[in-house]
């Protein structure tokens, strides 16, 4: 998984609680991502960040906001979960320079809203 | 529509078979393309990556991109049971380097 973890593995949580999930690397790549899938969407990238402190929104970013305070972790967090969200969540990395670097996923987020 | 049109399946096939993946586009400005592989309960994983038209082969898998056409393949040859997962496309686009997949496509190698 190209030296990527994600905490926790799997959440169930109830409507209306905040979530963060967790997103580590361990060789300081510059560009991090958060997708979600969903059956019949394929991945969707929710936010992304280019360097510390340097974050955008993607196609689905709506109730979802980020954090990225070290090179090493990108936060994703739902303020107000909803059960729409309930979603496998995926990080990724892009291993070069240039935002048309291939990306290495991390191994997932199972959420589950109530 | 989407950007990215890709056949759900599934797709079953005897062992030994070639499996044959095929996803379109509609943005000429996609100029990098990618197929991923995922196993059920694990992330995407690379397993080709090309950006000109025509074949690039790496041991069982060759990818086709027709720029023309935006229309892209994936064959697998001698296909394996250890090949049934589900195969995603993806495309960058050279402007704002976007990055775009296909819905997946889940295939079933019997052995």
């Known amino acids: 998984d190209a030296g990527i973890t994600q905490s926790p593995r799997h959440k169930v949580t109830e409507t209306g609680t905040p979530v963060t999930l967790r997103c580590h690397q361990t060789e300081n790549h510059r560009y991090m991502y958060w997708y979600r899938q969903d059956p019949g969407h394929g991945l969707r990238l929710i936010h992304y960040?280019?360097?510390?402190?340097?974050?955008d929104k993607g196609e689905v970013s709506d109730g979802y906001s980020v954090s990225r305070s070290k090179t090493e972790d990108f936060l994703l967090t739902l303020e107000s979960a909803t059960s729409s969200q309930t979603s496998v969540y995926f990080c990724a990395i892009a291993t070069g320079l240039s935002k048309a670097d291939t990306q290495y996923f991390g191994p997932g987020t199972r959420l589950t809203v109530l | 529509q989407k950007e990215v049109e890709q056949d759900p399946g599934p797709l079953s096939v005897p062992e030994g078979a070639i499996v044959s993946l095929n996803c379109t586009y509609s943005?000429?400005?996609?100029?990098?393309f990618m197929w991923y592989r995922q196993y059920s309960r694990k992330g995407p994983e690379l397993l080709m990556y090309t950006y000109s038209s025509g074949n690039k082969e790496d041991g069982r898998f060759t990818a086709q991109v027709d720029k023309s056409s935006k229309y892209i393949s994936l064959f697998i040859r001698d296909s394996q049971p250890s090949d049934s997962a589900t195969y995603l496309c993806?495309?960058?686009?050279?402007?704002?380097?976007?990055?775009?997949f296909g819905a997946g496509t889940t295939v079933t190698v019997r052995a």
């Open positions: 943005n000429s400005a996609f100029q990098y």
């Open positions: 993806a495309m960058i686009r050279s402007n704002d380097y976007k990055l775009s």
């Open positions: 960040s280019y360097g510390v402190k340097d974050t």
